[in-house]
């Protein structure tokens, strides 16, 4: 029972350190995309509650359409990045216990 107990304490653990940061992913969603724009020179152009990114455009094309240029950051990328190697360590272990609690085992 104890060890049962241990299982499922860890389990939760995770289930709840994935969801925290699923919960990141969405609460900060539109900055993890422009992070991800901006890793190179881009154009954003704003029309009310939509942002377009454009990248490889020139200071006159970005202007005609209406646009401001943004200098690029190439260490950006590592954000996303990060993220989704972290999603991905937590959510595989979280599922490994899961299925360890609930009793299904691979075949051997």
Not at 69 to 96: C, E, Q
Request: net charge positive; charged share 15%; proline share 1%.
């Amino acid at each position: 029972m104890a060890s049962s107990q241990a299982s499922l304490g860890k389990t939760l653990f995770w289930a709840g350190l994935t969801a925290a940061l699923y919960g990141v992913l969405f609460h900060y969603a539109d900055e993890f995309l422009r992070l991800a724009h901006t890793t190179v020179d881009a154009c954003v152009v704003q029309a009310g509650m939509k942002i377009d990114y454009f990248n490889k455009a020139t200071q006159a094309l970005c202007a005609k359409k209406g646009g401001t240029l943004v200098a690029g950051t190439w260490w950006y990328v590592f954000a996303p990045i990060g993220l989704a190697l972290a999603l991905s360590y937590t959510h595989g272990i979280f599922t490994g216990l899961f299925w360890d609690v609930v009793g299904l085992k691979a075949r051997k």
